[in-house]
Structures are given as structure tokens and as C-alpha cells.
């Protein structure tokens, strides 16, 4: 059994200038992903695409900064519907007061989604190749975040066996019970095997939307698996069917994972822009 180290949030104080891991982490996601976006330039079918059709350094950079603006906006408004809709309708002006806590991924996603709709209109591009695109470059940021999560010693997990070897206590969760490091769970599922999977997947080209829809899928599931290792929001505990709030947002990504990738096989191949 093991205890939690209280990691001190702030990696580095420079007189009122307080650097905390947490942001470091997002830096490192950020970095993470324009590195992975520009070897995503050497993969087919963007290696090929030609004239105005041709992917740049600089289509990432402007995915990037678009993408962080959906995760931010998607993830809070996604977690005042989600989780606290009856809260945050009687105090509406609290849903920008972000500093206070409260992101939801799969809000974030949506939010994603409608940043990459907006990139593939402004540059005439099909959304789902601008989907397949990013996909691959996703995971890497999620399991910075997760490390993010294990520093700040939040979201941990239910309890588990005294018997577990890597059973955690987080004295600060109001219980000396050994609990299941969820946050490590994640890093490892969602992160760094969903990354594994999807990147090795996207290195042959696909048809379009199928990378998106490996994405879809392949999170879906290993956050319904880690979900029954995480504890529960303790506002909202086990729902319907004995399933997370998490999970039950899951399953719309697994069911719409397959039906993408299975309307995506049926579809011809994306033909190639030229120059003109």
C-alpha cells in the first residue's frame, strides 16, 4: 500500500510569479501536439494532397489554437449540462468563473468538434479529414492532463483491496482506506495505449473519417473500463445501471465510433486535389 506524496502544485516560485505543474502540463500537451502534427504532415493521405488541398505547419498551429478554444469553452459549458444543469441555471454568471474548477471532457470534445468544423469550412476542407488529422495527435495531451490530475492529487479512485500492491491512500479524499490511482489508470489507458493504438492505426492511410472513428471507439472504451476504477462524483454517485455519469457519456462515443467507422468503409475513396 502506498501514500500519496502531497506533491506542492507550484513547480516553481519566482517572487509573486507562481508556475504551477498543472499548467505545465498543458504546455506539454500543447508542445505534444504540434510536435506530432507536424510528423501527421508525412502521413497519407496529407503527404500527397497538393495545391490548395496541401496541409502546412501552419494548418496546425491554427488547428491548435482553435482546438483550445473548444476544449475551453466545450469543456465548461459541457460540465455546467452535464453534471450541475440545475445549479448553473439558478446562477448563470458562475459558468464563466472557470478559476473556481469544473471541465468536462466529453464537453470539451463536442467543443473540439465544432473548432474543426469551423477550421474545415474556412479552409474548404472535408471535416473529417481535418478529424483524422487531429486524432491521432489527441492522446498524448490526455495523458499530460491525467499527470496533471495526480499532481494535483484530484479525481482519485474508489476504494480497493489492502491487498493491492499499488493501492494509493489519498489522506486528503477524508479516508485512510487504500484507494485505486485512477489517474495513473487513465494516463496509461487513455493516454499513452489509446496513443499507441491509433497512431500505429493512422500511419496507413484509411478511408476518410475512420481515424476520427478509431478515436471515437478507442477512448470510449478505456474511459468506460477506468470509470469503474474512478470515484464517482460524490454529487452525482452511481446512476442508472450502476454506471458513472462518465460512462453513460461513453457510450453515445462507442456506438457513434462504430457507426463512423462502418459508414466510412462503405464510402469511395477521398479523391486528391491538384493544382490548378
Given at each position: 500500500m502506498l501514500t500519496y506524496p502531497h506533491i506542492?502544485?507550484?513547480?516553481?516560485?519566482?517572487?509573486?510569479?507562481?508556475?504551477?505543474?498543472?499548467?505545465?502540463?498543458?504546455?506539454?500537451?500543447?508542445?505534444?501536439?504540434?510536435?506530432?502534427?507536424n510528423l501527421r504532415l508525412r502521413h497519407e493521405p496529407f503527404a500527397s494532397l497538393t495545391g490548395s488541398a496541401a496541409w502546412s505547419r501552419k494548418d496546425v498551429e491554427d488547428i491548435l489554437f482553435l482546438g483550445v478554444a473548444g476544449v475551453v469553452a466545450g469543456g465548461r459549458l459541457g460540465y455546467c449540462l452535464f453534471y450541475k444543469p440545475g445549479y448553473y441555471l439558478s446562477h448563470p454568471l458562475e459558468i464563466f468563473a472557470v478559476w473556481q474548477g469544473g471541465m468536462s471532457f466529453h464537453g470539451?470534445?463536442?467543443?473540439?468538434?465544432?473548432?474543426?468544423?469551423?477550421?474545415?469550412?474556412?479552409?474548404?476542407?472535408?471535416?473529417?479529414q481535418v478529424a483524422d488529422f487531429v486524432a491521432p495527435c489527441v492522446p498524448t495531451g490526455l495523458a499530460a492532463g491525467r499527470?496533471?490530475?495526480?499532481?494535483?492529487?484530484?479525481?482519485?479512485?474508489?476504494?480497493?483491496?489492502?491487498?493491492l500492491p499499488w493501492g494509493m491512500v489519498f489522506a486528503h479524499s477524508g479516508s485512510l482506506q487504500p484507494r485505486h490511482p485512477s489517474q495513473v489508470?487513465?494516463?496509461?489507458?487513455?493516454g499513452l495505449l489509446l496513443f499507441i493504438l491509433l497512431w500505429?492505426?493512422?500511419?496507413?492511410?484509411?478511408?476518410?473519417?475512420?481515424?476520427?472513428?478509431a478515436f471515437l471507439f478507442g477512448y470510449g472504451v478505456f474511459r468506460f473500463i477506468a470509470e469503474y476504477f474512478r470515484e464517482p462524483d460524490a454529487f452525482l454517485g452511481i446512476l442508472s445501471l450502476g454506471m458513472s455519469m462518465g460512462q453513460w457519456l461513453c457510450l453515445p462515443m462507442i456506438v457513434g465510433g462504430i457507426a463512423l467507422w462502418l459508414w466510412a468503409q462503405?464510402?469511395?475513396?477521398?479523391?486528391?486535389r491538384v493544382p490548378a
Amino acid at each position: 500500500m502506498l501514500t500519496y506524496p502531497h506533491i506542492d502544485p507550484v513547480a516553481l516560485q519566482i517572487g509573486p510569479l507562481a508556475i504551477h505543474w498543472y499548467g505545465l502540463t498543458y504546455l506539454a500537451a500543447f508542445g505534444l501536439f504540434m510536435l506530432l502534427g507536424n510528423l501527421r504532415l508525412r502521413h497519407e493521405p496529407f503527404a500527397s494532397l497538393t495545391g490548395s488541398a496541401a496541409w502546412s505547419r501552419k494548418d496546425v498551429e491554427d488547428i491548435l489554437f482553435l482546438g483550445v478554444a473548444g476544449v475551453v469553452a466545450g469543456g465548461r459549458l459541457g460540465y455546467c449540462l452535464f453534471y450541475k444543469p440545475g445549479y448553473y441555471l439558478s446562477h448563470p454568471l458562475e459558468i464563466f468563473a472557470v478559476w473556481q474548477g469544473g471541465m468536462s471532457f466529453h464537453g470539451g470534445l463536442l467543443g473540439v468538434i465544432v473548432a474543426m468544423i469551423w477550421f474545415a469550412r474556412s479552409r474548404q476542407r472535408p471535416w473529417l479529414q481535418v478529424a483524422d488529422f487531429v486524432a491521432p495527435c489527441v492522446p498524448t495531451g490526455l495523458a499530460a492532463g491525467r499527470v496533471g490530475n495526480f499532481i494535483n492529487g484530484e479525481l482519485w479512485g474508489r476504494f480497493a483491496s489492502p491487498d493491492l500492491p499499488w493501492g494509493m491512500v489519498f489522506a486528503h479524499s477524508g479516508s485512510l482506506q487504500p484507494r485505486h490511482p485512477s489517474q495513473v489508470y487513465q494516463f496509461l489507458m487513455e493516454g499513452l495505449l489509446l496513443f499507441i493504438l491509433l497512431w500505429l492505426y493512422a500511419r496507413k492511410e484509411r478511408r476518410q473519417g475512420q481515424v476520427a472513428a478509431a478515436f471515437l471507439f478507442g477512448y470510449g472504451v478505456f474511459r468506460f473500463i477506468a470509470e469503474y476504477f474512478r470515484e464517482p462524483d460524490a454529487f452525482l454517485g452511481i446512476l442508472s445501471l450502476g454506471m458513472s455519469m462518465g460512462q453513460w457519456l461513453c457510450l453515445p462515443m462507442i456506438v457513434g465510433g462504430i457507426a463512423l467507422w462502418l459508414w466510412a468503409q462503405r464510402q469511395p475513396p477521398a479523391a486528391r486535389r491538384v493544382p490548378a
